[in-house]
């Protein structure tokens, strides 16, 4: 815990650090060079973007807020910019507060990237840079709101899954920012209580490369996957413990080797390590919104791109009813397996393992009116976007990268489609992650607001999804120049 509580002081200046101005004037910065600088506004990744007083260079900082006066630390120099970490605040922003956890701090742990900010400053950066990224990557003007999630009152305590990197001596922490180095940590204070009662850190883990913990919140399951070659087992609180060697094939120590995960009224066999919501409002708040900004109907086709468990591909299901289908697809083995399962009560749902660009080139989509798009980071595949061509009414795409959201909002638009909705979810309070869902339909369609049933169409108020007139307002298209593409 730091002793100076004075929340507008960072954690360099908490900590009583004097540093000197080391750069020389008007020359590039090296690493190392402290450099005194006014902050600009955030950017994607948890950066904020200042010039160098004297020259000019870009300069992205983190652990400092915009507005902000600060003495930052050179980490890491390119060709074109550099990195930064703020060591002292000289002029604090009004949001600034003195960081929870004692990791999340220049050199610390690099799992959280806005802890130094309250939780409604953090929101309203989140939002700014969605903006930004669609601004800059798409040439769409709007504004989008950040909304916090049930139960995040704090920012803290929510993560159900934790994944921790194993040092060369055994033991267990968190990886510095943009670096192998890993911190060893007591706890996360993100982490939920299950994770930190199952008793990972402070144990020792030789030969193995990571512990990941997940938790349920709802019943208090735990499993815990190790990968590597564990010399031994330490004893840890959980239900299921699998080992994942070097091999294909995993090793069950203890349990079944499965989470039960409980979303929209129903449980979810989710596999150890298969991807599932971290925040345990996420999935409920998702299935709901995504249902409400598809508004299926009976005998309608839908389809779930990037499916993993299946839970939208449940949730759909439901609502088209045995008259219509629901095609789910998904790359990993595991998670195709664990949708298989949890589908079973549809017979009108089937599931097709594979890339999903593979698959829907093998796939006639002719009569398919609903989509879900709900990718990994790196986005849609572009064929799985010029597979989608403007058959179907309307897409619902769950992203949680802003800056490849908008690159692939950009092709749509340029196929045909117009962005109808926009919400962003604070589904990692401290961290700068952001879940988005943009709901897009048919240029040719009447009104965003084209649900067919009155309950479809309050449902859709109700959820905010209410945005009419669509939203698509294309800026000049960017230039391949645009900072906005840079990569940090
Ligand atoms: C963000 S998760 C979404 C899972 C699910 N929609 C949910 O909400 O629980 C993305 C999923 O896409 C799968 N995936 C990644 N690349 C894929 C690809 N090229 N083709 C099909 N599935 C892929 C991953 O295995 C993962 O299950």
């Known amino acids: 815990m730091l002793a100076d509580r004075d929340p507008r002081r960072g954690a360099g200046a908490a900590q009583g650090t004097m540093v000197p101005v080391t750069a020389p004037a008007a ?16 950017v994607h990744g948890g950066w904020c973007v200042s010039r160098q007083d004297d020259t000019g260079q870009a300069v992205f900082v983190r652990h400092a807020l915009p507005g902000e006066r600060v003495r930052a630390t050179v980490t890491q120099l390119t060709a074109r910019f550099a990195r930064a970490e703020a060591t002292e605040i000289l002029q604090a922003a009004a949001d600034r507060v003195v960081p929870p956890c004692r990791y999340a701090r220049p050199g610390g742990c690099g799992g959280c990237d806005w802890q130094h900010a309250s939780l409604p400053a953090q929101r309203r950066l989140k939002a700014a840079v969605i903006r930004q990224q669609l601004q800059r990557i798409a040439g769409i003007d709007t504004t989008v709101v950040v909304a916090a999630l049930d139960g995040g009152d704090d920012g803290l305590g929510w993560r159900t899954v934790v994944s921790f990197a194993v040092d060369q001596r055994g033991a267990a922490g968190l990886r510095r920012h943009r670096s192998h180095e890993i911190v060893p940590v007591d706890r996360c204070l993100i982490a939920h209580e299950l994770v930190t009662s199952a008793g990972v850190t402070g144990q020792a883990w030789p030969g193995a490369q990571s512990v990941e913990v997940s938790v349920v919140p709802q019943t208090g399951e735990v499993g815990v996957l190790v990968t590597g070659r564990p010399a031994g087992m330490p004893e840890v609180a959980a239900d299921s413990v699998q080992i994942a ?12 080797g499965h989470l039960t995960q409980r979303a929209a009224g129903r449980d979810w066999r989710v596999n150890l390590g298969g991807f599932w919501q971290v925040h345990p409002a996420a999935a409920d708040t998702l299935a709901r919104d995504v249902l409400a900004a598809l508004d299926p109907q009976p005998g309608e086709h839908a389809l779930d791109v990037y499916c993993g ?30 949708a298989r399962h949890n589908l079973r009560d549809w017979p009108w749902v089937r599931v097709r393992r594979g890339d999903a660009a593979a698959v829907l080139a093998g796939t006639d989509l002719r009569g398919v009116s609903l989509v879900v798009l709900d990718p990994p980071r790196a986005g849609v595949a572009r064929p799985v976007i010029d597979a989608l061509g403007t058959g179907p009414r309307r897409i619902a795409y769950v992203s949680c990268d802003p800056a490849t959201l908008a690159r692939d909002l950009r092709l749509l638009l340029d196929g045909g489609w117009e962005l109808t909705g926009l919400r962003g979810y604070d589904a990692f309070p401290m961290t700068h992650h952001v879940e988005c869902l943009a709901t897009l339909s048919r240029r040719a369609s009447a009104s965003a607001m084209t649900s067919r049933s009155p309950a479809g169409r309050e449902a859709l108020r109700g959820s905010g999804f209410a945005m009419d007139p669509p939203i698509a307002n294309p800026l000049p298209r960017p230039s391949s120049a645009d900072p906005g593409r840079r990569s940090l």
Do not use: C, K, W
């Open 309 to 338: 468990a299946g839970l939208f591909a449940g949730v759909l299901a439901q609502a088209v009813g045995p008259a219509g289908t629901v095609l789910a697809v998904e790359r990993d083995a595991a998670a195709a397996r664990d």
């Open 27 to 42: 020359s590039a910065p090296q690493a190392g060079d402290v450099l005194e600088l006014t902050v600009g506004e955030a």
């Open 245 to 256: 060697g070097s091999g294909p094939g995993r090793s069950l120590m203890r349990g079944r």
